[in-house]
């Protein structure tokens, strides 16, 4: 077996040091992106609640009477 070279032990120490904090940074940074993406996802959804079904004139919400429908459209015969 060959004698174990101090540097490059060392060496290999730093790379794994290197390793180590090039990991730390890479799940900071997914943790970043998936708390951007909870919080998008929830905005989109609170979005989606909260919108309105149909829009209501402001004449049809100062009238007492009930709103009637759209009109369909007209048959076009082939």
């Given at each position: ?6 540097r490059r032990v060392a060496r290999l120490e ?65």
């Amino acid at each position: 077996m060959p004698p174990i070279d101090p540097r490059r032990v060392a060496r290999l120490e730093e790379a794994v040091r290197a390793l180590h904090q090039q990991v730390n940074v890479l799940i900071s940074e997914v943790r970043t992106l998936s708390a951007q993406a909870e919080a998008e996802a929830s905005a989109a959804r609170n979005a989606a609640h909260s919108a309105p079904a149909m829009p209501v004139s402001d004449a049809a919400l100062r009238s007492d009477e009930p709103v009637a429908p759209p009109p369909p459209p007209p048959v076009v015969a082939p």
